[in-house]
């Protein structure tokens, strides 16, 4: 006979037990800075006209679902360390879940358009204005969120179909397929299979688009034979591809490695920490030596001078 679980428990992992405080605060500065860095250049792009372009179109795009992925998760966490309210009801697992995934797929399908966009302004910059039109970029936009947000419904509907007759206990900070998986009292091979044919196509899709930008982008320095012209190619790309290298980097780790090589643990942290390490460098990469950024910054803050100086 089984008995259904109606709730988890979120343990964490057995060797940091006694680090609570530390990654309470760790964590804590990391979401303030993770909100207040994006939400920076997400109001920033909207409200300065100079910023609506598609390249800032889609990196406040990518600014809102970081502050969303990392709300989804870190809370709970702080919960946890700060409460110890370590337990959460069947369902907000599941729904942690499914959004948990949705958004990282989200991000993976906004970085491919972003790759596009960086495409047409390496191999088309006199007609980029005529092909990144407004209503491609929401049309490109729009796919890269329904696509992102259709993809794990497969695979959570059928974990969410399985038994779970205990134990209920997550090894985990936030409920995440493969913790979620291992409790099931049934077969997860299909479950398995789904998994794994979800993030091979998110991640290859990727890849592939941001591997040709790349190769454009190479063949484009060897042919410009002018260095302003090279070094104006490399800074079209360059925040784009270190954005790519934080977020992926540590996930083909996790992926590539053999199971028996790296404890469950050292691989769920290291998971762990490229769910909110890209979310708070994103806002560095795009505004430390971006000179848009910077000038709009600039703006503002000259506006509101000058609006405190009337007063």
């Not at 303030?32 to 109001?43: A, D, K, Q, R, V």
């Not at 702080?78 to 697992?93: G, Q, V």
Request: proline share 4%; hydrophobic share 45%.
């Amino acid at each position: 006979t089984f008995t259904h679980v109606t709730e988890f428990i979120i343990f964490g992992f057995p060797g940091l037990q006694n680090f609570n405080n530390l990654l309470s605060c760790v964590f804590l500065c990391i979401y303030l800075f993770t909100l207040s860095g994006n939400g920076f250049i997400f109001f920033l792009v909207i409200f300065d006209r100079h910023l609506h372009t598609p390249m800032y179109f889609f990196v406040s795009n990518l600014s809102f679902i970081d502050i969303t992925y990392t709300s989804v998760t870190i809370p709970k966490m702080l919960a946890k360390f700060l409460m110890n309210l370590d337990t959460i009801s069947f369902t907000a697992c599941f729904v942690q879940m499914y959004f948990f995934l949705s958004l990282g797929a989200t991000d993976c399908y906004l970085l491919a358009v972003m790759a596009y966009d960086r495409y047409v302004a390496i191999c088309s910059p006199l007609h980029y204005q005529t092909i990144m039109t407004r209503k491609l970029c929401i049309i490109l936009s729009m796919a890269a969120w329904c696509v992102g947000f259709a993809s794990p419904l497969t695979g959570t509907i059928l974990a969410l179909k399985l038994p779970y007759c205990g134990p209920n206990i997550l090894y985990h900070y936030y409920c995440d397929i493969d913790p979620l998986l291992s409790l099931a009292c049934a077969d997860i091979f299909l479950n398995m299979a789904v998994r794994v044919f979800h993030e091979r196509r998110c991640r290859f899709f990727n890849h592939f688009c941001n591997c040709y930008i790349l190769h454009k982008d190479y063949f484009n320095n060897l042919q410009d034979s002018s260095k302003g012209g090279r070094k104006k190619t490399f800074s079209t790309c360059a925040s784009h591809f270190t954005v790519v290298s934080i977020a992926f980097l540590p996930g083909l780790f996790v992926y590539l490695c053999p199971t028996n090589f790296l404890s469950a643990e050292v691989n769920s942290l290291v998971a762990m920490l490229y769910t909110v390490l890209p979310p708070m460098m994103n806002p560095i990469i795009y505004s430390m030596r971006n000179k848009d950024i910077k000038m709009a910054f600039q703006r503002k803050i000259g506006l509101i001078k000058s609006s405190l100086a009337t007063e």
